[in-house]
């Protein structure tokens, strides 16, 4: 429960293209159960599917410049089951998302990384 498995570019681009601006492209992509992290060269979009069946989808803006912190807590950097935060600016709660030992929370952690401490 809560793992995140990388999710081919090509296969979500199409369903991303309506809300993607002039010369933004999608870099990577991870699903966590049914939501998703999709990581823009200008933004991280969360994809919240909600109900039973999935659809109803909110999908959630957060530009890299918006984000003030992140966190992993975990028992330690090797151990891949985790909490990740988000602190983003002007909202005091931040947002959680659980990932289970068989995932990518270190990549997803160090993709987060290379577009907020440029």
Not at 23 to 39: N, Q, S, T
Not at 46 to 59: A, I, P, R
Not at 63 to 83: C, H, Q, V
Not at 93 to 99: D, E, G, S, T, Y
């Amino acid at each position: 429960m809560g793992h995140a498995s990388e999710v081919s570019v090509e296969k979500i681009s199409q369903e991303f293209q309506p809300i993607l601006v002039p010369g933004e492209h999608i870099e990577k992509a991870f699903k966590i159960i049914r939501d998703m992290f999709v990581f823009t060269n200008k933004r991280l979009i969360l994809v919240d599917k909600q109900g039973l069946t999935g659809s109803k989808v909110d999908y959630v803006t957060i530009p890299y410049t918006s984000i003030i912190k992140f966190s992993k807590e975990s028992a330690g950097l090797m151990d891949l089951d985790a909490e990740l935060k988000i602190w983003v600016r002007g909202e005091a709660v931040p947002i959680k998302k659980h990932f289970g030992k068989d995932n990518n929370i270190n990549e997803v952690y160090q993709i987060l990384g290379q577009h907020i401490l440029k």
